[in-house]
């Protein structure tokens, strides 16, 4: 089974009604750096790098934001990198590579635990009959790797299994990390599944299978929650399947109702804070956001591209962008139970089509991290919002 490049598949949901983004980390509202940030800063993570920046994925973590996010590594293909930086916009750790350079590294996430990061991202090496794996790194909080480029082994009773495997996401768990991602067993469709991993990255046990493959499942969201994870998934690779979802502790996976993720469309995303896991998804009709178990409420009336959504007291900040694939506007919004709150702010400068990822700093103050400009030029940047 050899598979279309990911940047190929990209561009096929850009194109669509939004695109598909989570929460990894599940950001703790206690864990805050408001009264350091200012509303209106912004900065370029990476200006000394080369343009055509995407895909970046941000959390807090002690006082850091660290990111993830995608470079051009001088040839055709994507390298993968990290940056971290102070709460006004300093950097800490300087921007370090961390795939291989041995394939097309692309959509990278995060997690920190204690005093790792991971960072999981898939790579097409042109493999066959397998061009697609997981790949993973592990970093210590000073910027050091601890664990360089490995690629995912999993595991069945203990014996190794082939297969495709892409669109990874972690969380943190534990000392370590649960990892959500898509995998194709020999002559199955597409499957969420769930692997443990220790804090430097190895594999801890089998791999957790969340869905069964006979109809196919996409774009997996992992969030932490009480006792486990919750994982939401597309139920096909265009939405026309709406969504489902299901929470994880150790081994038993119990499936979520969730009415708001019944319809279809592109893109789920999951945080989660105070015993309360929220998600948005993204659709033709707009965005909708809301608590677990409920229908969810409108948040932007505009066909929504990348929603991005992040815990905080008393509610979520929900992100998500407008306009055509070649230059739109990112925008946030409040809500809490009831529904939104406030209107909605955008950010100063122009966007592409890529995830605009959000994180709670304390207080009313989010960040947005987006890629700014126009292909093949684009940047990484973030800035501070005042929500309302």
Known sequence: MHLPSPAALFMTLVLLPGCPSSDADSPDPTDTCGSLAEAGATWE???????????????????????????????????????AHTCEGE???????????????????????????????QTDDGGSPYNLSVRTAVVDTEGDIVTPDTRLTLTEQGDPIPGQAWMAHPSPQGDGF?????????????????????????????????????????????????GGHVVAWQDSFDGSAGFRAATVEGTDVTPLSWPMLDANGVGVSLAHAEGITWGAVGRASGVEAGPAGTNGDTVSLTMGLAPGISALPGGAAVAWSEGSPSSATAFVRRVDEDGPTGESVGVATGVGAYPADVVFLGGDLVLVTFAEGSSPAYRVRSEVLALP
């Not at 200006?47 to 996010?69: F, K, N």
């Not at 800490?92 to 995060?110: F, I, M, Q």
């Not at 969420?192 to 969201?221: C, H």
């Open 91 to 121: 950097v800490a750790v300087s921007p370090l590579r961390v795939d291989a350079g041995d394939g097309n590294a692309t959509d990278p996430d995060l997690a920190v635990s204690g005093d790792r990061v991971l960072l999981s991202w």
């Open 178 to 226: 649960a990892l959500a991602f898509v995998r194709a067993p020999e002559d199955s469709a597409f499957a969420i599944a769930l692997q443990a991993l220790d804090s430097t990255g190895a594999p801890v046990g089998d791999v957790l299978s969340l869905t069964d493959g006979e109809q196919g499942a996409f774009e997996p969201s992992i969030t932490a929650s009480s």
């Open 45 to 83: 993570l990476d200006p000394g790098g080369a343009a055509g920046q995407i895909h970046p994925r941000t959390v807090l973590a002690d006082g850091l934001l660290w990111t993830a996010y995608n470079r051009p590594d001088g040839g055709s293909d994507f390298g993968v990198f990290v940056v």
